[in-house]
């Protein structure tokens, strides 16, 4: 239905800033949220950031004031903008969407590091 596609991943020293991208294709008209989640060496994948097709974002408390979601066209491409990134950021990072009636859809994964 949904294939996603994740990049702009990398290695970057902390305080710096990383910019990822989700580039959806497939019936993307269905698509009711996309979101980042994250996982780290020994610990639960977590949510990070997500928007719904109506605008509405909501962030990890971890994030918030440093990372930023956004879209374009219609939930197409989503982007996570990192800014102030830190060693605990570091993960590996996934696109994930919801479709109206509640099929979800992860894409491959893109590795974050901050180094210290």
């Known amino acids: 239905q949904v294939q996603l596609v994740e990049s702009g991943g990398g290695l970057v020293q902390a305080g710096g800033s990383l910019r990822l991208s989700c580039a959806a294709s497939?019936?993307?008209?269905?698509?009711?949220?996309m979101s980042w989640y994250r996982q780290a060496p020994g610990k639960q994948r977590e949510l990070v950031a997500a928007?719904?097709?109506?605008?509405?974002?909501n962030y990890a408390d971890s994030v918030k004031g440093r990372f930023t979601i956004s879209r374009d066209n219609a939930l197409s491409t989503v982007y996570l903008q990192m800014n102030s990134l830190k060693p605990e950021d570091t993960a590996v990072y996934y696109c994930?969407?919801?479709?109206?009636?509640?099929?979800?859809?992860w894409g491959q994964g893109t590795q974050v590091t901050v180094s210290s």
């Open positions: 497939g019936t993307i008209f269905s698509i009711n949220i």
């Open positions: 994930n969407s919801v479709l109206r009636g509640g099929t979800g859809f």
């Open positions: 928007i719904t097709s109506g605008g509405r974002t």
